[in-house]
């Protein structure tokens, strides 16, 4: 992965709870693409952030989800009031590197 | 607009046996990079190879090789003497630059590749 770090690596909640899902990107990288996929699916792209700054967020479900970068810190992907079809990995990369994902459960 | 099109859903072969995994790309765009990622049943993506729309040299990486073919749109991976280890989803996807030089990447559906002993 390059050194992409993303936490938690499983998140098990149940629906209507929030799900927060971490990415770290490459050292000396400052913008992060969030990206999901679904079970027995390729991924498709959710969001493109920079430090402070939303670039693109054509992929993003227009309600429940947002997403953020900091100026210190990680970036976040929020999912509020989760249901079952959010179940999925989240992964996030720097360029062409991913990490690791984070799987979502929802109950 | 641009996709990625990987038609083999599912493809099972014997141990030692070659493999090739087809992937076909759309794109108006003149600049692009190809890539293919494999994803293992533990589930992370790992980068195997990234060419650009301009170097249409086919590469070789120990027994991986990939044969870019613009008038064609292809992007095909070969795998010789596979191995049980070789099993896995492999992506092609696609990307354009953009906004700073980084751009989002663009998926295929994958193919699921079984290598039996």
């Known amino acids: 992965n390059a050194g992409v770090m993303q936490n938690p690596r499983h998140l098990v909640r149940r629906r209507g709870q929030e799900a927060r899902l971490r990415c770290s990107p490459m050292k000396g990288h400052s913008h992060v693409y969030w990206y999901r996929q679904l079970p027995e699916e390729g991924l498709k792209f959710m969001v493109y952030?920079?430090?402070?700054?939303?670039?693109?967020e054509s992929g993003m479900p227009k309600e429940r989800f947002s997403a953020e970068f900091p100026k210190e810190g990680p970036s976040i992907l929020r999912i509020q009031q989760v249901v079952r079809g959010d179940s999925a990995a989240y992964f996030c990369?720097?360029?062409?590197?991913f990490g690791p994902g984070t799987r979502l459960t929802v109950l | 607009a641009q996709k990625v099109t990987q038609a083999q859903t599912e493809i099972s072969v014997v141990e030692k046996e070659d493999v090739t995994l087809d992937c076909v790309y759309e794109?108006?765009?003149?600049?692009?990079?190809l890539f293919w990622y494999k994803q293992p049943p533990s589930g992370e993506l790992v980068f195997l190879i990234r060419r650009n729309s301009f170097d249409e040299q086919n590469e070789i990486s120990g027994r991986y090789s990939w044969n870019f073919q613009k008038s064609t749109s292809s992007f095909n991976f070969t795998i010789t003497a596979s191995q049980v280890v070789d099993s896995a989803v492999y992506f092609c996807?696609?990307?354009?630059?953009?906004?700073?030089?980084?751009?989002?990447?663009?998926f295929g559906s994958g193919t699921r590749l079984s290598i039996r002993p």
């Open positions: 996807a696609l990307s354009v630059p953009g906004y700073s030089s980084a751009s989002k990447i663009i």
């Open positions: 794109t108006r765009d003149t600049t692009y990079y």
């Open positions: 990369a720097s360029q062409q590197y």
């Open positions: 952030l920079q430090k402070e700054n939303i670039i693109d």
